[in-house]
């Protein structure tokens, strides 16, 4: 019966002590430290001893990534996984482990052979040398070169550089000069050889307009003059809801504006939303989306503002008309004819009123009326106003400057 007992206790001692040995082993932190993975999507890497080891393109479009990391349990590495770096500048990776012991990892560039970069150097209209740089897609095997539209021509040169010194290429050479006029190029590929021309890899060279512009807009709609001017050169009133490189375009009273049809031209090879032709509502402010061929993108608003008599004068403050000996013509569009017309002077608000002489109806619909007034106006500003043959009275925002010979 002793003997049982001492074997009892001998047990629970045992328990006592391997549970304490298990607990104690739970508490001591982890000092592994490894990086288990490194990868980057499209690129070629691997881990040897303490190196990571990329193998890039020869080209370097994009010296940013962002690799997906797998570290030991509990450990952390910094740069964290998923962060995006500049394996140019990069030097290593650090694993600190849960004992708070840290392990090094250098980050080694391998380089492959092949075009490194490659572009076009062009003269601007300010003589000053500009370069556009080519993408170069290795497994697509394209160069792709942005330029604005027009800046292909008898001063631009093609360039190319290599990474490794056993590659030439056939034509276009560095120095060769390119022509054309944004979409076209001399060559549409650039051969890429190895040092004994064995062997041969064709790129497709392809060059793109940056230009994203509404060159023009015509609406199926009765106006007069310039049917259409850039935000910033119109009237404040006229502003609303644009912005300086927005259009305001202005037409008669009394047309449908739900259902216009405008003809636009826009950048060459660009294209825009709503797309010529197509049916608009005219009603409210339109936006239009001009996407270049090289996919970049810029909105122009464009307005219509309806109004009872259109002079050319009426739309941008900078203009105004010379008043010379009294007289001056002025030729507008209209609901109906001029009846009534005066002058007031904007600083002394005097009015002078004004005799018309003989109104012209043109084919077209638009109406030209010679105006006479006091001879004696100082120099000075004027603003014209006129009542049209319906009785509607206008104040058309149209400066006269008296005009002096010199």
């Known amino acids: 019966m002793q003997i049982l007992k001492k074997l009892q206790l001998l047990l629970l001692l045992s328990i006592v002590l391997l549970s304490s040995c298990s607990k104690e082993d739970e508490n001591v932190p982890s000092s592994e430290k490894d990086i288990i993975s490194f ?36 450990a952390s590495v910094y740069p964290e996984s998923g962060t995006e770096v500049n394996l140019e500048e990069i030097t290593n990776y650090t694993v600190y482990a849960e004992d708070n012991s840290e392990k090094s990892y250098d980050v080694v560039i391998n380089r492959l052979e092949g075009i490194r970069s490659v572009g076009v150097n062009y003269k601007s209209k300010y003589g000053q040398t500009i370069t556009c740089e080519g993408v170069v897609d290795e497994q697509a095997k394209t160069i792709t070169i942005d330029m604005p539209y027009g800046s292909l021509g008898s001063e631009s040169f093609f360039y190319i550089s290599f990474q490794g010194d056993s590659y030439s290429t056939s034509v ?27 062997k041969k890899t064709d790129y497709k060279l392809i060059v793109r307009n940056t230009e994203a512009e509404l060159i ?53 090879n660009a ?18 989306e001009i996407t270049s061929e090289s996919g970049y993108s810029v909105q122009k608003k464009v307005k219509v503002v309806a109004k009872k008599i259109i002079i050319v004068n ?82 058309t925002d149209t400066y006269c400057t008296p005009y002096k010979r010199n």
């Open 39 to 74: 990868s980057i999507e499209g690129i070629e890497t691997k881990i040897e001893n303490n190196q990571i080891i990329v193998t890039l393109p020869a080209s370097r479009n994009n010296a940013l990534y962002t690799p997906t990391i797998v570290v030991s349990d509990k």
């Open 172 to 198: 276009p050479k560095t120095g060769d000069a390119i022509d054309g006029e944004g979409q076209t190029i001399l060559y549409d590929k650039v051969s890429l050889f190895n040092e004994d021309y064995s």
């Open 216 to 268: 023009k807009i015509d609406l199926p709609l009765r106006s007069y003059g310039i049917s259409y001017i850039s935000a910033i050169t119109t009237y404040e009133k006229y502003r609303e809801g644009l912005e300086d490189r927005d259009l305001v375009y202005f037409v008669l009273e009394g047309q449908d504006l739900s259902n216009v049809k405008p003809s636009l031209v826009c950048s060459k």
């Open 271 to 288: 294209t825009i939303k709503p797309s010529s032709g197509e049916s608009v509502d005219f009603r409210n402010i339109v936006p239009f």
């Open 314 to 395: 009426d739309q941008d403050y900078r203009s105004s008309t010379p008043i010379e000996n009294g007289n001056f013509i002025i030729y507008y569009d209209a609901i109906s004819k001029i009846k009534e017309a005066s002058l007031t002077s904007v600083d002394t608000k005097q009015v002078y009123p004004c005799t018309l002489g003989g109104t012209v109806q043109k084919p077209e619909g638009s109406y030209y009326v010679n105006i006479s007034t006091n001879s004696n106006l100082a120099e000075g500003r004027y603003h014209l106003k006129v009542v049209l043959e319906n009785g509607d009275k206008v104040d």
